[in-house]
């Protein structure tokens, strides 16, 4: 079989085995991108400004641990003078996540969120999981996405020019001409054109849903290391002897002494006396790649290293930082505002693909169809086919 049939077939049931999976995935997608933008709406999310100093983490956690009593505290964030402080509970056997925010000044409760009934944790379980367990809807979004990378591969030597002429018809579509030939052209013109940006897209997400690819892609552009798997810091338990305060409110001190500009600043509770206690100091909230992650021990506050990608942004190699940035990339935030636009457009075609894909094919599965059956009739009445021969694809 030529090779060009070979790869037509290939697209062809690579498409129609993953359509639906990649259509959800695009227009889940689209809503996204702009999440934060969308959440920046919610009037809950905002203080007035004052010069008086925030609430310690530790008066933070009293207050947003009486809300909801007896959940585990994962972190509190504070974003600025302007932006109600975050406290985060959250656990995984049983399951749950919700945000207390409080004005960090006062200690008003301003508003304790349900994370599992938000509209866009929904969307982005369905994104993740399709809504199924992570142990089987994880693998069943990334052998798809795996399929669609595939697929825009093909695609790409399909779109390739024959000549000259076909060369013309390539780059745009034509919109005065029949709607079987403008679905073509929708089909192959906009997928030409944002083709990389939705491979980019689909192996950023390929990153999160595989740990063999994650660590191939890490292992490539290392130079040859392996990806070194997060793991937690421990510290010795014993009485804190360096400050009266609690460990929580001293890391967040130093926190804010060594990054007075910083946009954010996360301080993580501590589960147990043995547990590093984790700081993130963020430069840029709209991202997250650039975040510098701190472990102290809680009793000393002396800092611990850690040899895994989420450390300090200054020492992390071009491969951590690759890592790092990938969520980013995925989500169009790397660029600000014109890659999320970008990545908004990507997924929308990339979820009109499987729609206009799927029309060309029922189309020509239609017309050979009408045309086979023109020829039997024509053969039995014992009359000439040439009019069925107009019918047969091109």
Not at 184 to 199: E, Q, R, T
Not at 239 to 255: E, K, R
Request: aromatic content about 14%; some cysteine.
């Amino acid at each position: 079989m030529p090779f060009r049939k070979i790869i037509i077939k290939l697209h062809l049931w690579l498409g129609l085995a993953s359509g639906l999976i990649v259509l959800f995935l695009g227009v889940t997608g689209c809503v996204l991108v702009f999440e934060r933008e969308i959440e920046s709406l919610q009037s809950f999310r905002y203080v007035e400004s004052s010069n008086s100093d925030f609430l310690p983490p530790s008066q933070l956690k009293k207050i947003a641990a009486a809300q909801l009593p007896g959940k585990t505290l994962h972190s509190v964030l504070y974003e600025g003078k302007e932006k109600a402080a975050q406290v985060i509970f959250y656990n995984a056997m049983p399951e749950y996540y919700y945000i207390v925010f409080i004005n960090q000044y006062t200690g008003e409760v301003l508003k304790v969120k349900n994370m599992d009934q938000d509209f866009f944790r929904v969307v982005i379980n369905g994104h993740y999981y399709l809504w199924l367990p992570p142990a089987i809807g994880q693998p069943v979004v990334a052998t798809a996405t795996l399929i669609f990378v595939i697929m825009m591969i093909t695609g790409l030597i399909l779109w390739w020019p024959k000549n000259k002429a076909a060369r013309k018809q390539r780059f745009k579509i034509k919109w005065n001409a029949r709607w079987r030939r403008v679905n073509y052209d929708l089909h192959n013109v906009p997928g030409f054109y944002i083709s990389w940006v939705i491979i980019f897209i689909a192996v950023t997400g390929l990153i999160m849903g595989f740990q063999w690819f994650a660590k191939s892609v890490y292992f490539a552009t290392s130079g040859g290391k392996n990806l070194v798997v997060y793991e937690e810091s421990y510290s010795k338990p014993m009485p804190q002897t360096t400050s009266s305060m609690p460990a929580v409110d001293s890391i967040y001190a130093i926190m804010k002494t060594e990054y007075p500009v910083a946009e954010s600043i996360e301080v993580h509770y501590p589960e147990n006396d043995s547990v590093a206690l984790c700081a993130v100091a963020n430069h840029d909230a709209s991202t997250y790649w650039k975040s510098d992650y701190r472990y102290f021990d809680q009793s000393t506050l002396k800092e611990i290293s850690v040899n895994h990608l989420y450390g300090r942004y200054p020492t992390a190699s071009v491969a951590d930082k690759i890592m790092r940035m990938n969520y980013d990339v995925h989500t169009g935030a790397i660029g600000g505002l014109p890659t999320k636009i970008l990545a908004f457009f990507a997924s929308l075609i990339a979820a009109s693909l499987p729609l206009t894909g799927f029309t060309i094919w029922y189309g020509r599965k239609k017309k050979k169809n009408i045309a086979a059956s023109l020829i039997k009739t024509s053969v039995e009445n014992d009359k000439p086919a040439e009019s069925a021969v107009v019918l047969q694809p091109n």
